[in-house]
């Protein structure tokens, strides 16, 4: 009785349909974990736009646009701290001062790869 049970439970679970249950709920999960753990990003990306967007008021549109862009998301973040305030590069956007000011505002971020063998 028990084998067939067994058996039976076996060919259920290889069963097209309980495959593709066990897959979306995979992906569910998955994408619930990806979330997750995106949280305390969100969270500083929020508390670093709330902190430079004052300094910037005096800025163009599309200058306010270009930043709203890069504090997207914490890859952004990285991409143009290494970019413009690690490696030097010119901004066409934001320069000078400001450009100080928004790489050391990043610097005192969770936001970077690694912050400890950062300079800038």
Same mark, same amino acid.
């Given at each position: 009785?028990?084998?067939?049970?067994?058996?039976?439970?076996?060919?259920?679970?290889?069963?097209?349909?309980?495959?593709?249950?066990?897959?979306?709920?995979?992906?569910?999960?998955?994408?619930?974990?990806?979330?997750?753990?995106?949280?305390?990003?969100?969270?500083?990306?929020?508390?670093?736009?709330?902190?430079?967007?004052? %300094?910037?008021?005096?800025?163009?549109?599309?200058?306010? %646009?270009?930043?709203?862009?890069?504090?997207?998301?914490?890859?952004?973040? %990285?991409?143009?701290?290494?970019?413009?305030?690690?490696?030097?590069?010119? %901004?066409?956007?934001?320069?000078?001062?400001?450009?100080?000011?928004?790489?050391?505002?990043?610097?005192?971020?969770?936001?970077?790869?690694?912050?400890?063998?950062?300079?800038?």
């Amino acid at each position: 009785m028990i084998f067939t049970e067994i058996v039976v439970l076996v060919i259920v679970l290889q069963s097209s349909f309980v495959q593709y249950l066990f897959a979306d709920a995979q992906r569910t999960v998955s994408d619930w974990l990806v979330a997750l753990s995106e949280v305390p990003d969100q969270a500083e990306l929020a508390k670093l736009s709330e902190q430079v967007t004052p %300094n910037f008021e005096a800025m163009r549109p599309y200058q306010k %646009n270009y930043l709203h862009e890069v504090l997207e998301s914490k890859s952004q973040v %990285n991409h143009f701290y290494d970019l413009y305030c690690v490696r030097g590069d010119k %901004n066409p956007y934001i320069s000078g001062a400001s450009l100080r000011y928004f790489c050391s505002s990043i610097q005192q971020t969770t936001l970077l790869h690694n912050p400890v063998t950062r300079s800038g």
